[in-house]
Each structure stands twice: as C-alpha cells, then as structure tokens.
C-alpha cells in the first residue's frame, strides 16, 4: 500500500513538474507577443503622432491661406464675414412642379353662327 | 551501536574469583559509556551547527548576489505586471479648445561621434561639412583626431540629413533617437507656447523641457507619463488667432507701430480666446534673449502680459462706473468740466486744451474728459478709489499661466496722493498690463464679477466675487457703446456687433523720468455686443503714427480703433457670433411661395 501512495505521489510530482513546465514556457510566449503587441501599439502611435503633426502642419493657417489666394480664380474663397449669415426664410422653396401637359381638353373655340353661348 | 554491558560476566566472575569489587568494574563501564554518549551528542551538535551555517551562508550568498545584480543591471520594466499607459511616455501634445494641435512631439535624431571607432577622421569630417555647411571642418578634424571619446555633432537632424551621414559609412558616426518638440503652426501663438529645448542629454534619450510660455508653466503636467495621452487643451482658437494675428500685423504696419498687442476674452469664464504680441518669433526655432539693450523690443517680450503700459483714457470708465456705482452720481448727473482745475500743484488740462464746460457724466466718458473723470474721482476719495481698484485686480501680476505673466508687475505710486487719485482715474501715473485691463473690462461686461484671465479651457463660467452692481455695469456698458455711436471711437462701429468700448491715448513716460512728446501707447478695450456683452477685445499699438491726413494722427481713435473694429469684423463671425441687424440682401434669391 505504502509503494503505491510512494509511486503515485512520484507520478504527480513529475505530473505538476512537466505541467508547471508547460505553464512557464506558455506565459513567455504570452509575454513576447505582448511585447511585440505593445511595440507594434507603440510604432502605430509613434507613426500616429506624425501623421498629425504633419496633418497639422499641412494645415496651419499660414498655408491654407497662401492656397486659398493662389486658388482664388477657381474656388473664389473669401474670409468668413458677418453678411455671410442668413436666415432660413432667405432660403427659397423648391419650385412647384409643373402639370404634366396630357388629355388635354381645349377650352377656347371660336362660336359658330348657329350656336349660343350658356352662361 | 553495540551496547557493552556494564557488568560483563566475562569480567564479573573472574574479577569476583581474584577477590576485586564488580563495581569498579561497572564504573568504568559506566564512564566510557558516557564518554561515547558525549562524543556522540557533540559530533551531533555540530555536525547541525554546519548545516545550519551552511544554510546561512547560501541564504545570505543568495541575497546579497541578487543585490549586487539589481545594482549592476539595467533597470527593466516588469514584464508582466499590468500596464498601458507606459506606451507613450512622451511629452504631452498642446491642443486648442477645439483639439486641433498646437504642440506635438516629433522623433528625430542626433549625431554623435566617437572618434576611437572612426576609420578615416578626416574623410569623415569633410563629409560632415558637405552635408551640415554650418560646421567647421578644421574644428571636427581637431575633436576627431584628438583624444576625446565622444562628442555631439548635431542634435536634431533630418531622416535625409541621417541618410547622408549613414552615407559617409564611418562606423564612428552614431545617431541617438530624440523626441523633438514641434509647433507645427510656425509663429502662431509663440508667446503662449513659449518654446522647448533638451534637458539632460543621453545616447537613449534626453528630456524635453519647457522654457517658456505655457510649456514651462505646465512643465510637470506635460512631462508626467501619465498624461501621455492627455493633450493640455488650451482656451485658444486657433482660427481666431490666426486671424488675429494677421488683423493686428497689418494694423500694426499701417499704423507704423513698432508692437502691438490684442487680448481677447470671454466675459464669463474669463478664457483667453487669443492673446497676440508683435513682434514675435517662431517657437521651433526659438532666439536667444537678448543681452543687450531693451528687452521690451525683443520679439520674446509678451506685450499683452509683460508690457506694463500707462493705458490712459482706458481707465476712466472705472471711475464712473464705481462713482454711478457708489450713488455719488447717475449717467446724466451734470458735471462741470471747465478749466482751470489745479490739484496739489499740478494743472489738469483736456486734450489739445479743449475746455468741454459742463458735461453729463455718461458725456465724460463719451468726450473723455480729463478734468470731468478727475472730479468724479475726488468724490469718490483716494482710498475709496485704490480699493475698487484692488478688487479689480490692478494691484496684482496678472495671474495668467504662462511663466512671463509673473514678471509684468503693475507699478502704481507708493504715496497716493490727492494728484494721483485725479491723474489714475483718466489713466496716468498707474501701469498694468493690457491683459489685466482686458480682465476688468470684462467684470463690466459680465454685469459686474470679477474674472481671472486663464489659458485653459473652462467646462462652465467661473464668475468671481461681486465688484460692481448690476446696474451700474449696465449703465457703464451704455456709456461705453455711447463712445462708439458718437465720442472718440466712432470708427469702432461694426455693423451688426453694436461693440462699445473706450480709447486711451497715453503718452510714453521716458526712462529718465517725464513724458515724450510724439511716443503714445494708443489702446481701446472694446466689448461687443454692448447690449450682451460675450467677449473683451483689448488693442493697443506701440507708437503708432497715422499719416494719411495732413499732419500726422497719434490717438488711439485714429489707429486703435480702426484696427480693433477690423478685427472684430473678422473674429466675429468665426465665433459664431451672428450680426443682429439685417443682411445684406443677397442678389438672385427671391423669396416665393408654393401657393
């Protein structure tokens, strides 16, 4: 009875060992790819940054307004003034749609000399 | 272990035989066995002392190994622990109150060199000065070849400028990364932003500081990890800024100014929507301060918080209002304004002699009056008058957060005489900052709380302690857009914005002591709409000169003024500011209906 409790309490000693071994070269893996995840994280971010400051710097007032005059024949783009404002009633209401002209019925004739006319 | 017995027969009998006493026999017996048990327990004893020595020894060994490599080693994050917010740990951007980016970090390089590894110094340097001109190459030939073990060549450089070095193939050339601060906008909001530079400098990496402005101010903000990805939001407008920067540039160069500035705020939060002092520089590349000669004509001197002006006529709206305010007397209570008027030895006198006789005191503003603000502030009284300007805040270094602020310190006389009290209430003998005056105007405007001026955008209105009386600061606004609809700063008229606001002509005190007579500071501190006042446009022009008519104009109503309504003809409508009047009818829409 006592080999057998000796024998099996070997067997899971081994058991736990070849798990935690497992474990172990299981969690440095997970770390790696982690670290590569956050230094994949940290190079979108870093290539984020540049793309906004260059977004920005393509955008800075200095230029858009060298553009706007350079292409003002074309785009017409004047500083935003306080008659730029209107109201909704300046806006006009889209056009009545016209008739369809079909079976049309005439409604003007010439009397002959024979008829009368009916109020 | 054999147990001998401590009476042996073998010697018992024999011993009993030859007539000797067993005992002696079991004596002795009973001595060696306890001696055995002795050497026995001893060898024990220690043989356990030397265990546990050992054990000592490995535990100590151990801790004392893992000391010595924590010491030696490189400081390693621990890989597992939770974290996130270390994927950036760089400098935090600088935003405007819409989140369009004032300051942002850029990765760069730096060149360094270690002479020991180089293969061809003097190929090296020459190569070096085909690519940076500003090098010298007999210098570099000098470090490279001597005896040093490390020198910085460049400290930022281009990715093609690293490309062309890389070229040169020297193993000894070397690059360091480096986060390098950007305004990517130039010179827009230089004064606020300050300017950045490197710290402590490493081959890895090297800490960005602030230097001036907003940066240094907010320097432990900006630098703390934490706040990596929390952009420090400014109340700016980069629109409106960018406008008001070029409003005021070409103001300042009609006008033939040598500086000028323009604050403007919002009345009930008290956020600077934009702040602009010209000349100015471009943060990227930030001057030196100048060593020599006057710091206030250098382009990093911040007029609008460091220049601290006698702004004049500004100020008189501060004696009506707290004379309307104190009940000494109403908008249309009649004041004599004519001559000679003498205080403590001193003539008080109008503008080009004027003598405007008697004037209602909404008309003292309007025409502003000197003698007729004078008299309204002895009735008023010295002390009366230095406290309503304390809870105004004219006492105090505007408490604006970029680090200039502090060293614009208002001057004001230590004894406050009877004089002082008459020639601080049209705006002499008393100097603040355009930025402070910017702020009292809009404790007028906001019917009466103090407000503090900050660069940071608020969530809500932070309207301070009670200053003046609602009503008072009402009747106050309708003096002030009186001033605009028919006194001194008639060309202030924006159709649609009803702006009201009051000049000052103030002339520049020479450093020796008494005044120029051709140099003023010409300001106007506007508010609009009057009637609901939002925002406070403070100008003022350094020196301007007007030479369109006859002889040359200097007050402010001819050069301020006009600059002032320009601009709020522009800033206006880009804070959604809609005009109150009218339109203009738009040609080619006619108004129909369907029926």
Known sequence: MRSVLYVLTTLSVIGLAFWAYRENYATQESLS??????????????????????????????????????????????????????????????????????????VSGTLGDDEEQFP | MTRIPLRPLARILPAR?????????????????????????????????????????????????????????????????????????????????????????????????????????????????????????????KDFSGKRKFLWVKKKISPEQMQAVHDIGDPGLLFAPREMRLYPNGSLAAHVLGGASFGKEGVHAAEVIGV????????????????????????????????????????????????????????????????????????????????????????????????????GSALKIFAAVQAVDLGIVTPSTMIDTSGPMRVGGANIGEFQGKNYGKLSVSDIIVKSSNRGTGRLALQIGAERQQEFLKSLGFFEPTPFEIIEARSGKPLWPKRWTELSTVTISYGHGMSTSPMRLAAAYASIANGGYRVEPTILKQDSASLGERVIGE????????????????????????????????????????????????????????????????????????????????????????????????????????LGLRPTVEPVPLADITLTRSN
């Open chain 1, 33 to 106: 790819k982690t670290d590569k995840l956050y230094s994949d994280i940290r190079t979108a971010y870093a290539r984020l940054a540049i793309l906004k400051a260059e977004w920005a710097y393509l955008n800075r007032p200095d230029r858009l307004r060298d553009l706007a005059d350079i292409n003002f024949d074309s785009l017409g783009l004047l500083p935003l003034r306080s008659d730029q404002f209107g109201r909704v009633d300046e806006v006009a209401y889209p056009a009545a749609p016209l008739l369809d002209i079909a079976n049309s019925i005439e």
């Open chain 2, 17 to 141: 035989a030859a007539g000797q006493s067993p005992e002696d026999i079991e004596r002795e017996n009973r001595t060696v066995r306890h001696e055995e048990m002795r050497d026995h327990a001893r060898q024990r004893a220690e043989g356990r002392l030397l265990v546990l020595g050992v054990f000592f020894f490995f535990a100590f060994a151990v801790v004392g190994v893992r000391m010595g490599l924590l010491a030696t080693s490189e400081p390693v994050e621990p890989r597992a622990s939770a974290r996130g917010a270390a994927i950036s740990a760089a400098r935090a951007d600088i935003v405007d109150r819409k989140g369009r980016l004032l300051a942002t970090n850029l990765e760069t390089r730096a060149l360094y060199a270690q002479p020991p590894l180089m293969v061809d110094p003097i190929a090296a340097a020459r190569g070096l000065v085909a690519i940076f001109p500003e090098l010298d190459e007999k210098k570099l030939v």
């Open chain 2, 212 to 311: 001036a402005g907003v940066e240094k101010y907010f320097d432990d903000y900006l630098r703390d990890p934490a706040n990596g990805q929390k952009p420090l939001e400014l109340s700016l407008d980069l629109t409106v800024q960018a406008a008001a920067e070029r409003v005021l540039y070409g103001g300042m160069k009609i006008m033939n100014a040598k500086g000028a500035t323009s604050v403007l705020m919002d009345v009930r939060t008290g956020e600077v929507i934009s702040v602009v002092s010209l000349p100015d520089f471009d943060p990227n590349t930030r001057p030196p301060a100048p060593v020599t000669g006057d710091q206030s004509d250098s382009p990093l001197f911040n007029r609008s918080v460091q220049g601290v002006y006698e702004l």
């Open chain 2, 471 to 574: 009503a008072a600061a009402k009747s106050a606004r309708e003096m002030l857009r009186a001033v605009v609809t028919r006194g001194t700063a008639s060309m202030g008229e924006v159709p649609g914005y009803a702006v009201g606001g009051k000049t000052g002509t103030a002339d520049k005190p020479k450093p020796g002591g008494g005044y120029y007579e051709d140099k003023i500071i010409a300001t106007f501190a506007a508010m609009f709409p009057a009637y609901d006042p939002k925002y406070v446009l403070v100008v003022t022009l350094d020196e301007p000169v007007e030479t369109s008519g006859d002889k040359p104009r200097r007050t402010a109503g001819w050069t301020s003024v006009p600059v002032a309504a320009e601009m709020i003809g522009r800033i206006a409508p880009l």
